[in-house]
C-alpha cells in the first residue's frame, strides 16, 4: 500500500487531472483553430488577419525538400499572405489536428490564453504528393470581445 504522504500526492494529482478545462481555454483554442483552419481551407486572408492584432508576429521553422530548415519571422499582414500563397497551388488538401490545447497564460487569469496543436496537413503540391506535421502555438488575447492572436510559434516535423 502506498504511504499517505505518496496516496495524498496521487489524490492532488487525480484532482488536478479532473479539474475543468480552466477558462475555457481547450473549448476556446478548438473553435479559434478550427475558424483559422476554415479561413485558409478558403484561401481568406482577409478572414486570417481579422483573428490577429496589430502587433502579431510569427516564427515558423519550415522545411525545405532536401529536409533542410530554415526561420523565418513573419508579421501579421505577412503571414496572411503567405498562408493563402501556400495553399493556393495546391490540390485534395486536407488537414486533420491530432492534439489541441489549451491553458490559461497566468493562472486564474482568463484574458490571454497559450493554445497549442499538432497538425498533418497532406494534398498535392505541383501534381506531387506531400505530406508536413507540425506543431503550432499560439497567444491569444480577448480584446473587445473578441479572440486575438498576438505571436505564434509553428515548426514542421
Not at 492532488?12 to 473553435?31: E, N, Y
Not at 483553430?33 to 515558423?60: C, G, N, T
Not at 519571422?73 to 505577412?78: A, M, P, Q, T, V
Amino acid at each position: 500500500a502506498p504511504a499517505p504522504a505518496e496516496r495524498a500526492a496521487q489524490a492532488g494529482v487525480a484532482a488536478v487531472a479532473k479539474q475543468p478545462d480552466a477558462c475555457g481555454a481547450t473549448r476556446v483554442a478548438r473553435s479559434w483553430l478550427a475558424q483559422l483552419d476554415a479561413s485558409i481551407a478558403k484561401r481568406r486572408s482577409a478572414a486570417i488577419l481579422r483573428m490577429m492584432a496589430p502587433e502579431f508576429s510569427v516564427r515558423a521553422t519550415v522545411r525545405s525538400q532536401d529536409g533542410s530548415s530554415t526561420t523565418l519571422d513573419l508579421g501579421r499582414d505577412e503571414f496572411a499572405q503567405s498562408t493563402v500563397a501556400a495553399v493556393q497551388g495546391l490540390t485534395d488538401f486536407k488537414q486533420r489536428r491530432l492534439s489541441i490545447e489549451g491553458h490559461p497564460l497566468e493562472s486564474g487569469a482568463c484574458g490571454a490564453l497559450q493554445i497549442s496543436s499538432v497538425v498533418i496537413e497532406q494534398g498535392k503540391r505541383n501534381g506531387s504528393p506531400y505530406r508536413l506535421e507540425s506543431t503550432e502555438s499560439f497567444v491569444l488575447e480577448k480584446r473587445a470581445g473578441k479572440w486575438l492572436a498576438t505571436k505564434a510559434e509553428t515548426t514542421q516535423r
